[in-house]
């Protein structure tokens, strides 16, 4: 028997999707260079927060699992885009950032990709 669903924070997905965002934000953005700001630190910043956002506003449109699914197929997207900005950051500035953290990173928005898939597909 699972534990009852009544907010979207009660979903594991958006748990780690929540940290995550938190972790990119404390480990990485403040350790990359001046003239990323309005490059890869602003799409990271802007791509890690987007997942747990959709999914809360996914969940108030849950009764239609067409549109459900869809703001879930939108999050695994901003996932995969932080990961390619994770992999961009992990090899153009291995000096500045901690590359074992980049990569814990980048295996993480993976697995809540998957997550993400597997929710959709199973949601009733």
């Not at 990961?83 to 928005?109: A, F, M, W």
Request: net charge positive.
């Amino acid at each position: 028997m699972g534990l009852k669903i009544v907010s979207f924070r009660d979903l594991d997905v958006y748990k780690r999707l929540y940290r995550l965002a938190l972790a990119v934000h404390k480990e990485i953005l403040p350790k990359l260079p001046v003239q990323e700001k309005y490059g890869l630190r602003d799409q990271l910043n802007r791509s890690t927060k987007s997942p747990p956002a959709l999914i809360a506003e996914g969940y108030a449109r849950r009764q239609s699992a067409k549109e459900w699914r869809k703001y879930l197929r939108d999050a695994v997207g901003e996932c995969n885009e932080s990961v390619v900005h994770l992999l961009l950051i992990r090899d153009l500035y291995p000096k500045l950032i901690n590359v074992s953290i980049c990569g814990n990173l980048v295996e993480e928005y993976e697995i809540a990709g998957k997550q993400l898939y597997r929710l959709g597909e199973s949601w009733k």
